[in-house]
């Protein structure tokens, strides 16, 4: 008998078909003698519903009161899906945020989580009932409901695990588990058993989105066994854990960002501190930098180049021109038709030549390296965009066979 | 400056451009000095459809679980009227019925309220916000989510005006207040200035349906000042007080309810004792018996008739007929087309020939009386229920001229 969490996404509980679904996952769970805590998101596209809603109503709605809306979408779906076990007589006890004591900062529609109670949970898993708990949502200090912002209700799962001392916190989305790379790009993509904490944030910065950050980065930090696999096949899926139990490939994985643009700062003072001026700018709102080159450029200036998120682009543009002759840069070139590639795995600082191995399977499909990162788990390369596909496959080729 | 509580039902926050109207009302409020509360019921037909909804995932929800849901659809109106109201730079905040410590005991569906608390509101207004709270909801001893059925959010916002010691409460509705008789049945129907809590409640038990008498009876222990008015038309509506203020008509108003059924059992035994074991029997199940008239039969027998609501029909009959031997009688006669017309006013008891005009102006129609009931402020007689209308009209005429 273990304490078990499990999280449900949107899509996962979009209708009463769904919901019965997952319903019968949690019922076998329960029989099979474990205590079981659920976490479930709003059904379907009901968080998007609410939003257009709210903008009928106020073109820029404040966040606190967005948050009381938003949170109603979760507190639909724990109820109906313990009415839906009640139908199959398993006992069930539905739970919103505050119910369960989830304390946030009050930064709305995207707080932090401070605190999970544990004692209402463990009361009700005592009274041998189902608990299901409202993901996304808690309170501040104030008593009013935040939300966690996109992707809470991971983040929700992994906390009341942690608080807990639950014994696995299994993630159910809509793919059975981490693969070596995107199955639906390259072939023989192959499910992995396990991936450690890292590996698996490497993953999600590398492009690769099954798990939110967040929830890694706390599941790590708390050390919560944590399982991603399929809300529609009965299998194992991917165990991400602390330090995998035997020797695995040196290589996890191989991923593929198109959501990145590359900024080239031309002419810039062959000066110290002109790259910490560009980069503190760039920091103060929040922006975040990735694979950074400097190169020499003619008549003692230097070029910068560096990537930042599809996202940030405007803003990273307009922040460079306004400081242009602060920073005393001749021109910016900017170019979004590249990619970055990525291999990323926990074995990779002790085995030589897995870079290399990398490249090579570039070279060998011509495809021109434009940029090189590494970290201590991760090697990345920028490719032009039309390329990247084409290297994903040929470097999964070169690490996994045929 | 006052402190004034405002109730909206759900066909006033219907959409987007009802729930503009209904801001608007309390923008002008809050402009004139007031310190506003406004209590909301879920929009439209939400508490409807999420029953229904309900239903597909358990035909037969626990009702813990249904408030759990329902109360979502008054937490959404809030937040949207709060947005709403925002966006009309009027600062207001959204509250549950948690957040306002709304007590309640543990009849889900049912609940009955026990206590309010004042501070946060307090606070709210303090900060010269517009307090929007969730209506017909709070919480139990365990801090789970109650409903107060229907109607709850007239009984909401006449809580919150007594915990608040409110200089009024407005109960807006798709009515503009109170009439003497229903204003689409019959012509030259009056509204009322003010009316009575006592003449109230005898209105709304005699079929006239605007305020819930659980609201007005709260209103009367705790002296709540209430006003009935339209959400449509700004116009003063129907105060309903403690005492009326001025020198008023002595009757206040004609019903007519057409929800009861007859039922005479013959041929029961002339003792002492049968009439006792008859009620008893129904009021066990809370059945409600109104019009109680004993007749002598033929052989030492009587016959007793009385009227029950039409809800409860069936189930009096069954239990009726269940006891036959024990209860003893011939025979059960049940007449559904029959139809109950009162007339209610507090004067009425200092006021001779009241009920001797009521009586007149059937007479001169020709309609014929079957039953008569008193109390201290209403006369009730059952009629057929083709005359009902006809019956109105005539004591309308007889009572408020032509």
Known sequence: MALIVQKFGGSSVADVEKVRRVAGIIADTYREGNDVVVVLSAQGKTTDGLIKLAKEYNPNPS??????????????????????????????????????????????????????????????????????????????????????????????????????????????TDVDGVYTADPNKVKNAKKLDEITFDEMLELASAGAKVLHNRSVEMAKRYDVNLEVLSSYERKPGTKVRGAKKMEQAVVSGVTKDVNVIRFTLVGVADEPGVAFKVFRILANEKINVDIIL????????????????????????????????????????????????SIVGAGMLMTSGVAVNMFDALASKKVNIEMISTSEIKVSVLVDEKDADKAVQAIHDKFFGD
């Open 294 to 341: 400097q190169s020499l450029g003619r008549n003692n200036t230097q070029d910068i180049t560096f990537t930042v998120g599809r996202a940030d682009g405007d803003q990273a543009k307009e922040l460079l021109l306004n400081e242009q002759d602060k920073i005393g840069f001749k021109r910016l070139d900017i170019d979004d038709h590249v990619a970055k590639v």
């Open 63 to 172: 966040k606190r009161e967005l948050d009381m809306l938003l949170s109603t979408g979760e507190q639909q779906s724990v109820a109906l899906c313990a009415m839906m076990l009640a139908a199959m007589r398993i006992p069930a006890v539905s739970l919103t945020g505050w119910q369960i004591g989830m304390r946030t900062n009050s930064n709305y529609s995207n707080a932090t989580i401070k605190s999970v109670g544990s004692e209402r949970i463990r009361r009700e898993l005592d009274a041998h009932r189902v608990v299901l708990v409202a993901g996304f949502q808690g309170i501040n200090k104030y008593d009013d409901i935040t939300t966690l912002g996109r992707g809470g209700s991971d983040t929700s799962a992994v906390a009341i695990a942690a608080a807990m001392h639950a014994d696995l916190c299994q993630i159910y």
